[in-house]
């Protein structure tokens, strides 16, 4: 009787044990999962600063037909450029530009000519590494003014959009030699913050500061859509998921604060689930690569780049690396087959993933929980078979007492 009940307990004892293996190895899983925030804890890699360690960089392209040259513009009017995926920078040398704020970098639909809108004007330049021109003279039409967008008709390669600090929008439907101003439905001497063209619906938008104006033909005139939003709301940027292979209808607006998203092209905006209340949005991009039901976005933002896969109704981190306290400014995707994210920092460019084959103390978390757990294990199964040794034996001591 006493060892039937003695191998009950036994039974007992390793049911109890592969219990424990069980959920801890769910407990290892959920802790390494936690640990790798975007691609996975074991691959993926972390944030890294690039060799462009400029401050204030507010523009960024990859060349169409080849992302593994890029081009960054800062705000001392110098313009940066890599031929290897941002391994190395070289600097060119636009005197013509004359030291002015560079706010957008723009390739044409042909990717063969770069645009740059600058505090001073507007300039192309058909062998960027080299020589610029300007766009602002008598046979342009254009103003001298500060240029603070620009935004490419991709259906219609020879249409342009040009937006400046003051005087509204500027189009140009003979790529780029002639320009008009088109600022029907929008506020006098209105103030563009952002153009963007939407080759999926064909609709411009606008971000001014007084609000967002869409234009459902090309420019020609403009709505207000931004009448539902909070009042003093200081408008920043604006993406509709369908320039990146999401959703027609549905629009993503970044704000002074937080996200709001609209599933009407901007008739009526909604906050989301977790809409990052307090936070200044800078910059969205959707992720073009991935076609999808579900396409990710990203935001550049006061704490940093963020990720969201539910249609920015959520957001998280994109992985580990980023400084603290560092806003996250403009962003693309660039390298080869687009891979890796980049993102202006304050002080310099950060690149997702790195290319630093080393270890941080981030990577080597996963490592030291695997550790612990088997050590753990390790340590619960001599435990189990000391106290079996120790059973065993007091039953032999057991029987023989009785023998005697």
Request: with cysteine.
């Amino acid at each position: 009787m006493q060892a039937q009940r003695s191998r009950s307990e036994r039974v007992f004892l390793f049911w109890r044990r592969l219990a424990a293996c069980v959920m801890g190895s769910v407990v290892l899983l959920s802790l390494l999962a936690a640990c790798g925030s975007g691609a996975g804890a074991l691959g993926g890699g972390d944030w890294q600063q690039s060799s462009l360690r400029q401050p204030e960089i507010r523009a960024l392209v990859a060349q169409p037909d080849d992302p593994n040259t890029l081009y960054a513009g800062n705000s001392q009017g110098q313009i940066f450029y890599s031929t290897d995926g941002g391994s190395k920078w070289s600097a060119t040398s636009p005197e013509v530009l004359q030291g002015s704020a560079i706010q957008a970098l723009t390739f044409d639909s042909a990717g063969k000519k770069l645009y740059a809108a600058t505090g001073h004007g507007l300039f192309v330049s058909s062998a960027p590494t080299q020589q610029w021109q300007t766009l602002v003279n008598a046979s342009t039409h254009l103003p001298s003014t500060s240029y603070t967008t620009i935004a490419v008709d991709e259906v219609r390669s020879n249409h342009l959009y040009a937006g400046t600090a003051d005087q509204g929008v500027f189009i140009s439907s003979d790529n780029g030699t002639t320009w008009r101003q088109a600022n029907s439905g929008l506020p006098g001497h209105a103030a563009i913050k952002q153009l963007v063209y939407d080759p999926a619906t064909h609709r411009l938008w606008a971000v001014t500061a007084g609000g967002l104006y869409r234009s459902d033909d090309r420019g020609e005139t403009w709505q207000a859509v931004s009448t539902s939003l909070p009042a003093t709301t200081e408008l920043n940027v604006v993406m509709p998921a369908s320039v990146g292979g999401g959703r027609q209808g549905l629009i993503y607006l970044g704000t002074s604060k937080g996200t709001f998203l609209s599933q009407d092209n901007g008739l009526h905006w909604i906050s989301g689930k977790s809409p990052l209340p307090g936070l200044q949005i800078y910059s969205i991009l959707v992720d073009f690569r991935q076609q999808a039901n579900t396409v990710p976005v990203y935001v550049g933002s006061s704490i940093g780049p963020l990720r969201s896969d539910d249609e920015g109704q959520s957001w998280r981190s994109i992985a580990s690396g980023w400084p603290r306290k560092v806003p996250a400014y403009t962003m693309i995707l660039g390298a080869s087959d687009y891979a890796r994210l980049y993102v202006a920092g304050r002080d310099a460019l950060y690149q997702y993933p790195g290319t630093s084959t080393g270890f941080s103390a981030d990577r080597l978390l996963p490592f030291v929980i695997v550790i612990a757990f088997f050590g753990l294990l390790y340590w619960l199964l001599q435990r189990g078979r000391r106290r079996g040794l120790r059973t065993r034996e007091s039953e032999r001591e057991s029987g023989a007492a009785q023998k005697d």
